[in-house]
């Protein structure tokens, strides 16, 4: 492991922002730290960068603790949130200025600063100040700016978030390339689950200041371990009894059950459907148009549930009765989550 | 100032128009009887017997003396506010600490103590009445009438005047670019120097401009210490009651006349201060 | 949200030097008003305080102040008004000239009113045609006050009359209200936060002030003297005791004008805040 957080526990007065953190991150590895507003992210970002001092634990970067290098000696590069960009300062001078402080030759500086803002796709904007930049043009000046002293380690909170979502979307996928081009172990904060998942190799979910989950996108998503993290991704219908959907196990001190819209089949009474048989009626509520497709909340053993169809399919109407599968749920007991599939997917189907 | 709301509701009928000459009409007024005829009165009573009387008390020993002692008094006011301004705006916004809203009460402090008290207050602390007097006494350190009670009554009565121009804008900048600065390896005074400082210039120096006219200008704390030892512990305004109090009106407002230019010229320097800032 | 750094260098030296230059030119000064006081007993405090000459000064000092700042609530309102809402020729200069008050030191102020107002000035002239006396009166006082406590009131209704939403107003004006109501039911009660914060702040100066008004009030006991005359003449017989005394009531009084001003500055700092 590159990075190691150990038993880590950081308060705020009586507020806990981080609750036994234990943690690793492997080398050359783009780390999404996920989870929602106020659950620590930033604070376990700002103790690794040596940003604040975890009240007890240990930082662990590269076999060596940390806990007592001060944050310059870390050799991080830190993007803020707000990125922080001297205004005062030009676009080269931003960048120029780490390397300034670690007295690098001048010529060198030149040649380091032009070099990076090659790499970003902002040469020629060297004389410009912060505010005659665009939301995406500081944003990469706030990562070259990071970049410049050739740091180890790339802590980023929540890069995107200030930018708009057109080009928020650009950005990422540029980002990813960049980082991975560079091969600098990253970690970045967000709270937008589709941007952990699109650009992360792994994600770390966070949750009331401590950690849920961890794994690549794929796992975390669909095997989640915990109430949160099944709770946290897609568009989740909750509900508490589910006794009523007769083809599933009935698990002892069950809580939750989850379902994403994924994991539900809606079909017109008059369209043909797998398992027809063993599929319950519902009620449509709501019809929505969305870009994807189009959205239905549908109403089944007095549960609503969220389900997609897409644009092709005959239409459907409100009030409509309709024919609905439900594949598997996550189901809830205490703090982890188990999977459960229905029982006719096991059984041999008879085609009418 | 918004002038774009003027084009809208505010331009239609006559009774409007009237209402807005009238109130224009009455400011004026004011400002004109209030504010602009007084330095004009300074002025034309101090030229009312001619060039040469007004010049004779301009350069009169007492007056430069008077003049000097003014710009001494200033010069460290404005100094020792420099320094404090600066490191209490940097504690009191870079940092989160217990007592910090106290610390930031009792720094406006002075501005509400009449300055006669805080003459007092001085008196109290450094006077004959002390239980310090004997030390200073022993010590040969004389505080009260003379300049260096001047000086600290002075600096009392502006003490806030550049911390509470800094404070706001240091607050609103928040603290990021200083912790990237620091993150990057950068020492507190070039953190200060190059990131802090052109953040707050204009504020600054407009801090500066107030607390140099308000301690050019300082009367009543400065009356209680001074002890009105003429061409020793006489400021400029001290100089002037001395000689009103003489019926000597026309040196009184000669001298005078030196203050209102430069209350006029810190006018200036404020507007065009707050306009640059305004810029930014 | 704003946090306690660890790496941002300077606390301890900041901080420090703070504490250090405070105590010296404020905390240990004003301890030794209190300390000086405390020697006193209270009958003493008692007695000063309720001489008649010196209870007369309280009554001139508030009576004045509280005219002058009411004087100059209405007149700050209307200056600040047309300075933002109507260009005029001058505007810039009627806006800095505002500020004078601030800038001109007190002493000056006060003979030029004076030299004004007297029976031999230009408008004390003008008034003695009808008997009207201004200076060496508590009118010439007021005045003087007047003078000092104008730039309050302008500078705190100002910036919350510039941040005041026009289209608030236009609603108004739209659903058919008049000019007047507008005024009176819309705007005013926006600006009562700052007028009051401007009247406070204007009161507590003029509650102290000396400079301006030591030439133009004549200074005769029970008419027109004030505390902080009573408090400089004691010290003049070194009757330091009384003066501490006369000060303690003074500083008190401005104390709580302070306190309420805060109050009434922090509701409308959030409305200038939460607004547009
Ligand atoms: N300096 C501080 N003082 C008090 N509480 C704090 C401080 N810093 C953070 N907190 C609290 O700690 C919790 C975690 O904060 P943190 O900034 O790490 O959350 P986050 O996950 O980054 O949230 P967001 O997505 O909103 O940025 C929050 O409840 C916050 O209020
Ligand atoms: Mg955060």
């Known amino acids: ?352 | 100032m918004s002038t774009a709301i003027q084009g809208g509701l505010h331009r239609d009928t006559k009774g409007s128009k009237l209402v807005r000459y009238s109130l224009i009409g009455i400011s004026l007024l004011f400002v004109f009887l209030m504010l602009i005829l007084p330095l004009i009165t300074v002025i034309t009573e101090a030229f009312k017997q001619g060039f040469a009387v007004y010049s004779k008390a301009v350069a009169d020993d007492y007056t430069i003396k008077a003049i000097l002692l003014t710009l001494e008094a200033s010069f460290f006011a404005v100094a020792i506010n420099t320094v404090f301004g600066l490191c209490a705006a940097w504690s009191l916004t870079k940092f989160k600490f217990k007592g910090k809203k106290i610390l930031a009460t009792l720094i406006d402090l002075p501005v509400t103590v009449s300055p006669i008290i805080a003459g007092l207050i001085f008196l109290l602390t450094f006077g004959r009445q002390s239980p310090i007097f004997p030390l200073l006494q022993d010590a040969d350190i004389k505080i009260v009438f003379a300049v260096p009670g001047i000086v600290l009554a002075t600096i009392f009565v502006t003490f806030p005047f550049i911390s509470r121009e800094l404070i706001p804008v240091l607050e609103s900048q928040g603290t990021d670019e200083e912790e990237a600065a620091a993150l990057m390896g950068a020492k507190g005074f070039t953190i200060f120097r190059r990131i802090t400082f052109p953040h707050i210039k204009w504020a600054f120096l407009y801090g500066v401009v107030l607390c140099a006219a308000r301690a050019m200008g300082e009367f009543g704390a400065v009356s209680v210490i001074s002890g009105h030892l003429r061409g020793k512990t006489n400021t400029l305004p001290l100089h002037v009651e001395i000689l009103f109090n003489e019926f000597q009106y026309v040196p009184a407002f000669a001298v005078a006349s030196i203050l209102v230019m430069l209350a006029i010229l810190i006018l200036v320097a404020r507007s065009v201060i707050e306009h640059k800032g305004r810029k930014k | 949200m704003k946090r306690k750094s660890v790496v941002i260098p300077g606390f301890g030296l900041t901080t420090g030097v703070t504490l250090a230059i405070l105590s010296v030119v404020v905390l240990i000064p004003l301890a030794s008003l209190v300390v000086f006081s405390a020697q006193m007993s209270a009958s003493e405090i008692i007695d000063v305080i309720t001489r008649p000459r010196v209870l007369s000064s309280f009554k001139v000092s508030f009576l004045t102040a509280f005219v002058a700042s009411l004087i100059n609530a209405v007149m700050g309102v209307i200056l600040a008004w047309v300075l933002v809402r109507y260009t005029f020729p001058l505007k810039r200069i009627v806006d800095g000239t505002i500020e004078l008050p601030f800038a001109l030191p007190t002493a000056v102020a006060g003979i030029a009113l004076t030299a004004l107002t007297a029976d031999t000035g230009l408008v004390g002239g003008f008034f003695a045609n009808f008997g009207i006396k201004i200076a060496f009166t508590r009118i010439g006082i007021t005045v003087a006050l007047v003078f000092i406590g104008i730039p309050f009131v302008v500078r705190a209704v100002q910036p919350v009359l510039e941040k005041l939403d026009p289209a608030y107003e236009e609603a108004a004006g739209v659903l058919g209200a008049s000019r007047m109501r507008i005024f009176w039911k819309v705007i005013l009660p926006e600006l009562i936060p700052a007028i009051f914060t401007g009247f406070g702040l204007a009161f507590g100066r003029c509650l102290g002030e000396y400079g301006s008004v030591v030439f133009i009030a004549g200074n005769m006991p029970f008419e027109t003297e004030i505390a902080p005359l009573i408090i400089m003449s004691e010290l003049q017989e070194y009757d330091y005791s009384s003066a501490t005394t006369i000060a303690l009531v003074m500083l008190v009084a401005s104390f709580i004008t302070l306190f309420l001003v805060n109050v009434v500055q922090n509701r409308n700092a959030k409305i200038l805040k939460g607004g547009s």
Request: glycine fraction near 8%; charged fraction near 25%.
């Open chain 1, 1 to 352: 492991m590159y990075v190691e957080l150990k038993h880590i526990n950081k308060h705020f007065g009586n507020f806990k922002a981080s609750d036994d953190v234990t943690v690793g991150i492997e080398k050359g590895k783009l780390i999404g730290l996920l989870g929602p507003s106020g659950s620590g992210k930033t604070t376990i970002l700002r103790m690794i960068a040596g940003l604040e001092n975890p009240d007890s634990g240990e930082i662990i970067i590269d076999g060596k603790v940390i806990n007592d290098v001060p944050a310059s000696k870390r050799g991080i590069g830190f993007v803020f949130q707000s990125y922080a960009l001297f205004r005062y300062m030009t676009v080269f001078d931003n960048v120029a200025f780490g390397l300034k402080i670690a007295k690098k030759p001048a010529n060198e500086i030149k040649e380091r600063v032009h070099e990076l803002l090659e790499l970003v796709g902002l040469s020629g904007l060297e004389k410009r100040y912060p505010s005659e930049l665009s939301g995406g043009q500081r944003q990469r000046v706030a990562f070259a700016r990071a970049l410049a002293p050739n740091p180890q380690l790339l802590l980023l909170d929540e890069p995107f978030a200030a930018i708009d979502a057109k080009v928020r979307q650009e950005l990422r996928s540029w980002l990813k390339g960049m980082i991975q081009k560079l091969g600098v172990t990253s970690i970045f904060v967000t709270h937008d689950q589709d941007e952990a998942i699109e650009v992360a190799d792994e994600i770390i979910i966070t949750n009331r200041g401590r950690i849920e989950q961890v794994g690549t996108p794929y796992e975390v998503y669909s095997n989640p371990k915990t109430a949160f993290t099944a709770s946290f991704f897609g568009q989740p219908s909750i509900f508490k009894d589910y006794s009523n959907f007769r083809r599933f196990d009935v698990l002892e001190n069950a809580e939750n059950a989850i379902v994403r819209p994924e994991f539900v089949k809606v079909t017109k009474k008059t369209e043909v459907q797998k398992y027809k048989n063993s599929a319950e009626e519902g009620v449509v509520e709501e019809v929505d148009f969305r870009g994807y497709g189009i959205e239905l909340r549908v109403r089944v053993n007095g549960v609503l549930l969220t389900a997609r169809r897409s644009f092709d399919q005959p239409r459907i109407k409100v009030g409509e009765k309709v024919d609905v599968f439900i594949y598997r749920m996550f189901v809830t007991q205490g703090d982890t989550a188990t999977l459960l599939e229905n029982k006719s997917l096991r059984e041999p189907v008879v085609v009418i």
